[in-house]
């Protein structure tokens, strides 16, 4: 076990290049879950090629420096092994873009994976030289080039944080199948926001927080995880599930960016009423829409998060600050 929580705290730190070749300091990423395809031939689905032609024309023009994935990448029930053909199918083969091929991904897992083999998909890390998924849960750290400000985010899994959940009897997970894991999980997290001293801290997780659409706000995370995210002044909360895009932001200015519209789209605003007036900034799910993404730009000054369809058009754009720097409690060590 002892083993096993040190890989998990293990960090990833990266000195990333800029793709507009220095002029400004700003780290570039895109953020995009729910974008699996479907488990029958062609493997994808015409909003996935919409949504990677337009991630790839958008790497191109603006630049990124990586691509977040926020689950549910095979539906509907993930992949079998580390071969699986829904690797090259559904992923390597519709995000094939020139722009794209030397831009690495982060990914963690969602519900839909989790009914396959979440193992498999983190064994692809060492065959895809762009498939980056380490571990369940990890720790990310990126410098923002000519500047001294630093960028955490940290990698949940909220399935095993939270339980399993069906999208079609429930919308509520409602337990985890492993206790321990939760915990050594939330356990972690909490000593790794403890310790934090980046200038911007985002947490990223398949389910929301917040949502007004079809699943609503999750209330295992409400639960537990509102109290950290305010407690230890993290920036933002990056999240999937619902299959929308939406921007909420609490009464603390923790924001909460909600990006699943990669390969579905539904319009449903049924949980509006249980999300607190005022949180919602923006949603959007028409069912016409080709979907989209978040494009988020962080500078020494603030982070901006701006939501892209996939036809192009930029539909709702906000920003950020950049967090003060935290005063530690004694004794609190970050892990190795």
């Known amino acids: 076990m002892d083993v096993w929580i040190v890989l998990l705290s293990l960090q990833i730190s990266l000195a990333l290049p800029l793709a507009d070749g220095g002029a400004n300091p700003v780290l570039r990423f895109v953020a995009v879950g729910d974008w699996g395809g479907v488990p029958n031939a062609p493997f994808y689905t015409a909003r996935e090629m919409a949504n990677a032609k337009e991630i790839a024309r958008t790497v191109q023009i603006l630049g990124a420096d990586f691509i977040l994935s926020l689950g549910d990448n095979f539906y509907f029930t ?68 000519q500047s001294n400000v630093s960028v955490a985010i940290f990698m949940l899994d909220t399935v095993t944080l939270c339980g399993n959940s069906d999208d079609f009897l429930s919308q509520q997970p409602k337990k985890p199948q492993d206790l321990e894991l939760a915990r050594m999980q939330l356990s972690w997290l909490k000593k790794q926001l403890a310790a934090a001293k980046e200038d911007y801290v985002l947490v990223a997780g398949h ?39 939406q921007y909420l932001q609490d009464k603390n200015g923790v924001g909460y960016v909600l990006s699943g519209a990669g390969n579905f789209m539904d319009p449903s605003r049924k949980h509006l009423r249980k999300v607190p007036n005022g949180y919602l900034r923006f949603h959007y799910g028409a069912e016409d829409s080709l979907g989209g993404f978040a494009y988020v730009e962080i500078s020494p000054k603030e982070m901006s998060v701006t939501y892209i369809e996939a036809s192009g058009k930029s539909l709702f754009k906000t920003r950020l600050p950049r967090r003060a720097r935290p005063k530690h409690t004694k004794g609190l060590q970050s892990e190795a």
């Open 78 to 145: 993930g992949v079998q092994d580390a071969n699986d053909k829904r690797f090259q199918e559904t992923f390597e083969n519709v995000f094939s873009a020139p722009a794209l091929r030397n831009v690495p991904w982060y990914v963690l897992a969602g519900n839909h994976d989790h009914l396959g083999n979440v193992s498999a998909q983190i064994a692809y890390s060492s065959i895809s030289k762009r498939w980056n998924f380490p571990r369940p849960f990890y720790h990310l750290r990126f410098q923002i080039p």
């Open 207 to 245: 389910y929301p927080v917040w949502s007004i659409a079809e699943h609503g706000p999750t209330r295992c995370l409400v639960k537990q995880l509102v109290p950290l995210l305010s407690k230890y002044g993290v920036t933002a909360y990056l999240c999937g599930h619902d299959h929308n895009l």
